[in-house]
């Protein structure tokens, strides 16, 4: 037979709250150490961003002046190539005004 069979009306009562609170307290304990694991997750966390966010910046710039570095390469490239034709015609007019 079961325990709860063997009991009267009063002590299944009784068990029952006692069962009742303890599992309360087991949750709470639980819901605790959650939570001090998340904080301490968290600290972690916000410890790291700072480390990381100088490195992370400085990474984001580097990339910046790179491709800036790029963008006036072409640019360099191209303004050199204008000129170039610009005295090329420049030359071949002269040589025509010469002859």
Same mark, same amino acid.
């Given at each position: 037979?079961?325990?709860?069979?063997?009991?009267n *009306?009063?002590e299944? /009562?009784?068990?029952?709250?006692?069962? =009742? $609170?303890? *599992?309360?307290? /087991?949750?709470?304990?639980?819901?605790?150490?959650?939570?001090?694991?998340?904080?301490?997750?968290?600290?972690?966390? $916000?410890?790291?961003?700072?480390?990381?966010s100088?490195?992370?910046? *400085?990474?984001?710039?580097? =990339?910046?002046?790179? /491709?800036?570095?790029?963008?006036?390469?072409?640019?360099? /490239? $191209?303004l050199?190539?204008s000129?170039?034709?610009?005295?090329?015609?420049?030359?071949?007019? =002269?040589?025509?005004?010469?002859?």
């Amino acid at each position: 037979m079961s325990k709860l069979a063997k009991m009267n *009306e009063q002590e299944r /009562v009784k068990y029952m709250e006692k069962r =009742l $609170a303890e *599992e309360q307290e /087991v949750k709470k304990k639980k819901e605790t150490l959650i939570t001090g694991f998340l904080q301490l997750k968290i600290g972690h966390e $916000a410890k790291l961003f700072t480390l990381n966010s100088p490195k992370l910046i *400085e990474q984001w710039r580097r =990339l910046l002046r790179t /491709v800036k570095t790029e963008d006036l390469r072409r640019d360099i /490239v $191209a303004l050199q190539d204008s000129f170039n034709k610009a005295i090329q015609k420049k030359s071949d007019h =002269l040589k025509c005004l010469l002859q």
